[in-house]
């Protein structure tokens, strides 16, 4: 029998008037307890920490370790590289403050993220001092701003083309860090049009020493990965993890790269992408057996 479970909310991180928070989920226990830190995918420009599926997190819980999911500024109103600092700022929290306030381990700190929360966790951990214990990635982007997505592309022959003028009534001028799911309409328009690396990245589009590129980045550091893709994803390409891996070969860094074979984008959650009816979460045996590979790699590294 599971014991009792807390969920708690902080704020971890103010910007003006803005409140960015993380939800902490752990088990009743006096004990420290290594910590994953869970990014929300929404292609950088929708979503929330609440995102995070029950089946997933009772996983993690069942296996001894913390959740702790977080918001993050939204696209286009934030830009990459400040959506990348409140993730460093978020790890910080919990290695300094987590310890005293729910009881972290701050010796033991996975990153783990799916699609654009992939792409922050994968790209906090290459330059992170100190790396995170382990780095979990689910069909994560390689690069924001590679030529793929800077060319209009339609996700699948029977995606409706989204209005431009619609699309962009969802959008603000001023910063958010949860962003409500109708904002998809924009990320799907950016995609059909190729404008999506030009509003996530502003005037750092293509400027030296800019690089986004997860593969271009890492070294040696980087800590041990697990990689996570379906080899029908529609969204991002499984070559951009596929490269991840082949550069991580080459940096002498412990991973593995998971193929699903026959599986879309956001397969752990949905059956079709774009999503369409209610998440379907861990009830496909594939993809049971492939968070358990999740649990496990994160065991080996966090306990």
Known sequence: MAMGRDVNTYVYKR?????????????????AVPVVVWIHPGGLMLGSRRMLLADQRERLLEA??????????????????????????????????????FGADPAGV???????????????AVSLQPPPSAVVSLYGYGDVADVVFQTPHAFSATSPVVDAVAARSHIGNRELSEGDLARIDF?????????????????????????TSV???????????????????????????ERI????????????LIRMHGYNHAFDVFDTYPPSGPPRGLSDPAV?????RIVEFLGDHLT
Do not use: N
């Open 15 to 31: 910007v003006g008037p803005l409140e960015i928070r993380a939800d902490v989920h752990r088990d009743q226990t006096a004990r």
């Open 64 to 101: 001894g370790l913390m959740v702790v999911a977080i918001d993050y500024r939204l696209a286009p109103e934030t830009k990459l590289s400040a959506i990348l600092a409140d993730v460093r700022d978020a790890m910080s929290w919990v290695r300094d403050d987590g310890p005293g306030l």
């Open 110 to 124: 996975a990153l783990m993220g799916a699609s654009a929360g992939a792409h922050l966790a994968l790209l906090t």
């Open 187 to 211: 990320f799907f328009q950016c995609r059909e049009a190729g404008t999506w690396p030009a509003e996530v990245l502003g005037p750092h589009l293509g400027a030296p020493g800019s690089s």
């Open 215 to 241: 593969e271009a980045l890492l070294t040696s550091a980087m800590p041990p990965t697990l990689l996570l893709h379906g080899d029908r994803d529609v969204d991002v390409p499984i070559e951009m993890s």
């Open 245 to 256: 891996a082949e550069r991580l070969t080459q940096a002498g860094v412990e991973h593995e």
């Open 288 to 292: 049971s057996v492939a968070f358990d």
